[in-house]
């Protein structure tokens, strides 16, 4: 799901703010393949605002900055290569708006965000107690699809490309029951420092034709600097370190074998550097 650097300079106070493009959905990747020949695809909406955000550690807010939201539409598929491989492709769209009164940094912005391809290898299963673990290798990469503006309060991702090194494990009971940790390596190719995520993701099924995943984000950066107060004029602050952790539950509907609806909120308990972000989402999926 991603971010971008928004820095704000006033004659009367000067702030440093990062306005954080949604990612969806929100949770990271499971344990689960398509098989051989067989796709799906998912449509969503989703909403996410703050009004404060972290500078370094310190919680605050500025009038300057007001209320931001971000509105995405995303797309995302997934194709069964073979039995143990999955191809997964993720698109969004972003309207990002503010309604701080530093009109020269709160333009509205709408445009192709990111685009993210990758694959999901199945590197062993075995059997441990009353159920089983499957590792999985899920190498990416994340493309920006526009030239879409990344330096503002209201840009809607950080411009540039990730190389994602990742792994999954999932242990799955025998009653139907899961829970999935994803984890690894991001390397982000200009100024954003690299970051170590972790994602955690438990899915309990209520019924036949429902499940709740509650889940977890966190992502360490290892960058090491901080958003600051600075006078005038204008200075780019590149290589902030951005971190947050992030918590959340959605819930997927099966109406019947092919397709079914979800939802979900999610909100922020932590963060540095970063904008204190709760929102919601909803959609669609379906299976050929």
């Known amino acids: 799901m991603h971010r971008s650097l928004g820095i704000l300079r006033t004659a009367s106070f000067a702030a440093a703010v990062l306005a954080v493009a949604p990612r969806a959905p929100a949770q990271g990747d499971t344990g689960f393949l398509r098989g051989t020949g067989r796709t799906d695809v998912a ?38 290569i073979d039995n143990r491989t999955d191809l997964v492709l993720n698109a969004t769209y ?41 590792l999985f290798f899920a190498p990416a990469a994340k493309i920006p699809m526009t030239h ?21 494990l999932q242990y799955t009971t025998n009653w139907g029951i899961w829970i999935a940790a994803e984890s690894g390596y991001d390397y982000r190719t200009e100024s954003p420092p ?65 397709w079914g609806v979800t939802g979900g909120w999610k909100d922020t308990l932590d963060g540095r550097n970063t904008g204190d972000v709760s929102g919601f989402w909803f959609g669609a999926y379906y299976k050929f």
């Not at 709408?110 to 290898?121: N, R, V």
């Not at 299963?125 to 159920?131: E, F, I, R, S, V």
């Open 43 to 80: 449509v969503s909406y989703g909403s996410e605002s703050f009004k404060d955000f972290w500078v370094g550690s310190t919680k605050t807010s500025d009038p300057n900055v007001g209320k931001v939201t971000h509105e995405t539409a995303n797309l995302w598929l997934a194709y069964g």
């Open 194 to 258: 690299n970051e170590v995520p972790l994602n955690l993701t438990v899915g309990i099924p209520c019924t036949r034709f429902a499940t709740i995943t509650p889940f977890f984000e966190y992502v360490s950066s290892l960058g090491h600097r901080d958003l600051s107060t600075t006078p005038f004029p204008i200075v780019q602050e590149p290589g902030v370190a951005e971190e947050y952790k992030r918590w959340g539950v959605s819930v997927i509907v099966h109406v019947n074998e092919q």
């Open 94 to 134: 972003v309207d990002s708006e503010s309604d701080g009164i530093a009109t020269t940094s709160n333009r509205d912005e709408k445009a192709l965000q990111d685009a993210t391809i990758g694959f999901k290898y199945q590197l062993n299963k075995w059997q441990l107690g009353p159920g089983n673990f499957t």
């Open 148 to 168: 879409y503006e990344s330096n503002a309060i209201t840009g809607i991702g950080d411009g540039q490309i990730d190389y994602r090194g990742r792994g999954i």
